[in-house]
């Protein structure tokens, strides 16, 4: 079960989880449109980007990312903010 932090809290997640599923859990609601536990993954509408480390250094669409140990994930960044305004 990988453990990653999500705006400095640690969580724990199943194996297979998304980083969005990791910043639910955490207790983080990330704005999405697109995405349905029970469809295949879209990532079209890119309103749940979040910044992760390591990582690319653009957000990222946190249903489209697996959640991976040691990953510290920010949803609420200057970044972030930024790109969710359009």
Same mark, same amino acid.
């Given at each position: 079960?990988?453990?990653?932090?999500?705006?400095?809290?640690?969580?724990?997640?199943?194996?297979?989880a998304t980083?969005?599923?990791?910043c639910? #859990? *955490?207790g983080f609601e990330v704005p999405r449109f697109c995405y349905h536990?029970?469809?295949s993954?879209?990532?079209?509408?890119?309103?749940?980007?979040v910044e992760i480390a390591p990582g690319p250094p653009k957000p990222q669409a946190s249903c489209a990312m697996p #959640? *991976?140990?040691?990953q510290v994930?920010?949803?609420n960044?200057?970044?972030?903010?930024?790109?969710?305004?359009?």
């Amino acid at each position: 079960m990988p453990k990653l932090t999500v705006n400095g809290i640690e969580v724990e997640v199943p194996q297979g989880a998304t980083v969005l599923q990791a910043c639910e #859990a *955490a207790g983080f609601e990330v704005p999405r449109f697109c995405y349905h536990e029970r469809l295949s993954i879209a990532g079209n509408c890119r309103m749940c980007l979040v910044e992760i480390a390591p990582g690319p250094p653009k957000p990222q669409a946190s249903c489209a990312m697996p #959640a *991976a140990d040691n990953q510290v994930v920010t949803t609420n960044s200057p970044k972030v903010k930024r790109r969710g305004k359009g």
